[in-house]
């Protein structure tokens, strides 16, 4: 496609349950990555996937968070036992080398923890 | 404790004027620095950047400075539009491998 894809778009869980998150970025485009958004808050950096390695995992808020990424396209973000706290739009973003060249974001998946 | 500040947290200019939004940071070490806007309901989209060799870009009605010196950077948007309300991060990075930070966002409001 023509830009970065994520799915759902919406995604309303029950506290304790596992989600999973979707991003198909751009084709082409060897580094990946997922902000979040939280309420008033600016993008909060969590992973960023260079080919199908992560080089820096440092932003993932707690062992509940994990993501992978299969033949250097599609990633997926998993949240296991979602806190109200988890709520928040997350942004998945890739770009053409990682370093240096410019982000392009996904519309984000808007997750509510009720 | 945050490395990239965007004090105003929001900016009302009437049409026709010029916007300047502003970001400070704290790591001397950035040496890449980029402007997004977003609007409701979409991803951030990149609108312009520059690197720390200039101190100026310029792209149509947008121009980013940049003042090392100070860890300041700017953006002027002349003339603003009524097109142009949304809300704008900046971002600094590097050359190495390590990913944007963000700043907290300035919501623009242009007035007709």
């Known amino acids: 496609g023509a830009g970065v894809s994520q799915s759902p778009s919406n995604k309303v869980t029950e506290k304790g349950k596992d989600v999973e998150l979707r991003c198909d970025p751009i084709s082409g485009h060897t580094a990946l990555y997922w902000y979040r958004q939280s309420l008033g808050q600016g993008l909060e950096f969590l992973i960023y996937?260079?080919?199908?390695?992560?080089?820096?995992k440092s932003g993932l808020p707690s062992d509940r968070f994990s993501a992978e990424r299969t033949g250097g396209s599609v990633s997926t973000l998993t949240i296991q036992r979602t806190q109200q706290e988890d709520s928040a739009v997350y942004l998945c973003a890739s770009s053409l080398k990682g370093s240096g060249s410019p982000l392009h974001f996904g519309n984000g998946t808007r997750l509510t923890v009720t | 404790d945050q490395q990239v500040k965007q004090n105003s947290p929001s900016l009302s200019v009437q049409e026709g004027r010029i916007s300047i939004l502003n970001c400070d940071y704290t790591n001397s070490m950035f040496d890449y620095f980029l402007w997004y806007k977003k609007y409701p309901a979409e991803g951030p989209t990149f609108l312009i950047s520059i690197s720390s060799i200039k101190d100026k870009n310029e792209d149509g009605r947008f121009t980013v400075f940049l003042n090392k010196s100070a860890k300041h950077l700017s953006l002027h948007i002349v003339p603003s539009q009524p097109g142009d309300s949304a809300v704008y991060f900046c971002?600094?990075?590097?050359?190495?491998?390590?990913?944007?930070?963000f700043g907290k966002g300035t919501r623009l409001s242009v007035i007709a």
């Open positions: 996937f260079q080919g199908n390695s992560a080089p820096d």
């Open positions: 971002a600094v990075g590097n050359s190495g491998n390590t990913p944007l930070v």
